[in-house]
């Protein structure tokens, strides 16, 4: 399964259908709420996607939460390189820094 995601650039489409997902009607908002909150948590899998790719993530594997974890890793693979967001914090309690995101090979 991995050989085949690492062979092309492949889509999140494809990539659902190595896994045999099936497609939902409509992505869950609550569980589209779960993942982008997910987002800020450094090295979470959801880091590396966008909330309109998490959506079509979601649709693709059929609001299926544990499926969405195995296509966004197969998706890391497939791109070789994963994105890291560390955490804003404050500098003297005052001022927002928000440290930017960078990429690294991937190590899943």
């Known amino acids: 399964m991995i050989r085949r995601a690492r062979k092309t650039n492949v889509s999140i489409e494809t990539l659902a259908q190595i896994l045999g997902c099936s497609k939902a009607d409509r992505a869950d908002p609550e569980k589209l709420n779960n993942l982008l909150i997910r987002r800020i948590m450094y090295g979470d899998i959801c880091q590396n996607e966008t909330p309109d790719s998490l959506a079509e993530i979601l649709l693709h594997c059929g609001n299926d939460i ?4 195995d296509l966004m890793k197969l998706s890391v693979i497939a791109h ?3 994105v890291l967001q560390p955490p804003q914090f404050y500098e003297d309690g005052t001022v927002k820094i928000i440290p930017p995101s960078f990429e690294r090979a991937s190590e899943l």
């Open 80 to 82: 070789g390189t994963r």
């Open 66 to 69: 544990p499926r969405a974890s």
